[in-house]
Nanobody
Framework: QVQLVESGGGLVQFGGSLRLSCAAS????????MGWYRQAPGKQRELVAR???????VYLDSVKGRFTISRDNAKKMVYLQMNTLKPEDTAVYYC??????????WGQGTQVTVSS
């Protein structure tokens, strides 16, 4: 069992930056692929970025070069540094921990709002 708590969301102006944090608790967190997803009103949840246990990363095309995902296994933390934010980045951002279909966990989400 893994519990996830996100923080760091808020209101930011166009072009600004935010850093999201995800605190994980539970066993063997370092073995999980960690991801950030987002869901805007009326849209499906989408993968923003993920990082494997050996730190391989994948990004949504629209955030490449602006967002950076990282993890600190010793602290059981995952981060999403978001730069040059745009209004279309406005969404609820969720942290995910995935090992297999039976070990797939979500946080409660944190709101990110980018004003134009």
């Amino acid at each position: 069992q893994v519990q996830l708590v996100e923080s760091g969301g808020g209101l930011v102006q166009f072009g600004g930056s935010l850093r999201l944090s995800c605190a994980a608790s539970g066993s063997f967190v370092s073995r999980y692929t960690m991801g950030w997803y987002r869901q805007a009103p009326g849209k499906q949840r989408e993968l923003v970025a993920r990082i494997t246990p050996d730190s391989n990363t994948v990004y949504l095309d629209s955030v490449k070069g602006r967002f950076t995902i990282s993890r600190d296994n010793a602290k059981k933390m995952v981060y999403l540094q978001m730069n040059t934010l745009k209004p279309e980045d406005t969404a609820v951002y969720y942290c995910n921990a995935y090992f297999d279909a039976s070990n797939d966990y979500w946080g409660q989400g944190t709101q990110v709002t980018v004003s134009s």
